[in-house]
C-alpha cells in the first residue's frame, strides 16, 4: 500500500453520467493487480470528509485508470478535473482476482458501472493466458449505460450485452445470458454491478461447480480496515459472520457471501 500523489493525464466523458479518469502514478501502476482498487482524495480541506475507492479498471504504463459515475459532491468535482491536476491516491489495496487459474473460458459479467474492473482483468488474461477465451456478459438499464463498450471489444474475444429496454443486445437482464457458459464446470466466472445481480447469478450456479469471485462495492470510507464501514456477511459453518471488505475483499468467491443478506448499493 503506497500514499502518493497522482497527475490526472485524461478525464474522458464516457456517456450519461460516467467517465473515465487515467492518473500517471508509476509507483502504484507497477504494482497494482486486476482487482484491486485505490482511494482518491476528491478535493482538498474537510468537505468532502473521505476518500472515495474506486476499482483499479486498467494500468498502462505508468498509468492507473478508473471508470466512475457522478453521485454526489465528491464524483463531481473528480468529473470537472482537468490533466495536469494532482490527486492524493492510496493503494493499492485489497485481495485481486485469482485470474492466475487455469481456466480454458473466462467470462465477465457485468452490470453498468460494475464493469470498472473488467478491462484490466481482460488484458492481464490477454497477455497471461492468451489461448483462453476472455467473455464479457455486459448489462445495463439502456445502450447508453453500456459503458466503454468500444473497450471490451479491443480487449474481449467476445462480448454479449443485454438491456432492461432493448435497446443493445439481449432484452432483459444481464443473467439471462449466462446458461450455456454453465455448461463446462471449468469455465471461470467474474462479476461485478449491483447486489440483485449478484443474487442472480447465485441462483442460476445452483448445482454447478463454476468457480464465481464477485467484486463488492460497499461504502468505504478508509479503505484499509479502520472504519468498519464496508462490511459483508461470510459464510462460517451454518452460521456467517461480518468481514472488512476492503481487507478480506473486495473480491470473494460468491459462494462465501450471504449474498442475499447483502445491502443493496
Not at 466523458?13 to 493487480?33: C, K, Q, S, T, Y
Request: proline share 8%; glycine share 10%; charged share 25%.
Amino acid at each position: 500500500m503506497l500514499e502518493t500523489t497522482g497527475t490526472v493525464t485524461a478525464n474522458e466523458f464516457l456517456g450519461g453520467d460516467a467517465f473515465w479518469m487515467e492518473i500517471r502514478v508509476p509507483d502504484v501502476a507497477a504494482v497494482a493487480l486486476p482487482g484491486q482498487f485505490f482511494m482518491i482524495r476528491c478535493a482538498e480541506g474537510v468537505d468532502p470528509l473521505t476518500a472515495r475507492p474506486f476499482s483499479v479498471a486498467d494500468v498502462v504504463d505508468d498509468r492507473i485508470a478508473m471508470a466512475y459515475i457522478v453521485v454526489g459532491k465528491g464524483t463531481k468535482l473528480l468529473s470537472e478535473m482537468k490533466p495536469g491536476q494532482t490527486v492524493p491516491v492510496l493503494g493499492p489495496l485489497g485481495r485481486p482476482f485469482k485470474y492466475e487459474i487455469p481456466a480454458k473460458r473466462h467470462v465477465m459479467i457485468a452490470g453498468g458501472i460494475g464493469s470498472a474492473p473488467f478491462p484490466y482483468l481482460a488484458r492481464a488474461l490477454r497477455e497471461t493466458a492468451p489461448e483462453s477465451e476472455r467473455i464479457m456478459i455486459y448489462g445495463g438499464r439502456s445502450k447508453e449505460h453500456l459503458y466503454a463498450l468500444d473497450r471490451f471489444e479491443e480487449l474481449m474475444t467476445t462480448v454479449e450485452t443485454a438491456t432492461d429496454d432493448g435497446s443493445h443486445g439481449h432484452e432483459g437482464f444481464v443473467t439471462d445470458l449466462m446458461p450455456k457458459y454453465l455448461e463446462d464446470p471449468a469455465t471461470r466466472f467474474y462479476a461485478c454491478g449491483p447486489t440483485p445481480m449478484f443474487q442472480s447469478i447465485a441462483k442460476r450456479l445452483e448445482g454447478h461447480e463454476n468457480p464465481c469471485e464477485i467484486s463488492v462495492e460497499p461504502i468505504m470510507a478508509c479503505g484499509f480496515g479502520a472504519c468498519y464501514g464496508c462490511v459483508v456477511p461470510m459464510r462460517l459453518g451454518n452460521d456467517f459472520v461480518y468481514v472488512k471488505s476492503c481487507e478480506n475483499g473486495p473480491t470473494f468467491e460468491i459462494r462465501e457471501l450471504v449474498v442475499e443478506m447483502m445491502e443493496a448499493h
